[in-house]
């Protein structure tokens, strides 16, 4: 996988297809952010998903949002990067 963004549609939001406007990391609190930025686990995302919508509409602040988030950046990880035990090792804990 390349250190880019998840998707090839780098041009529309992950969640509802509307216009990008920001990206979104699929793991991040506690200082792995940075992280995900460097495995590449991130998506495009219109602003309303990812933190100006509603709380049932966004990412952020929707506590089962938050976890399917990190689900999948683990999925992802562990499908393009590394082992669960590498993504332990790397942050902190498993999401699976």
Request: with cysteine.
């Amino acid at each position: 996988m390349s250190k880019g963004i998840v998707t090839e549609y780098k041009t529309i939001c992950f969640f509802c297809g509307e216009p990008a406007e920001c990206e979104h990391h699929l793991l991040f609190g506690k200082g792995i952010r940075p992280l995900a930025e460097a495995d590449g686990l991130k998506v495009p995302t219109c602003h309303r998903c990812h933190n100006l919508g509603t709380i049932s509409e966004r990412i952020h602040d929707n506590s089962m949002a938050e976890k399917l988030s990190k689900m999948l950046g683990q999925a992802i990880y562990e499908k393009e990067i590394g082992t669960r035990e590498e993504f332990r090792n790397r942050y902190g804990k498993s999401h699976l």
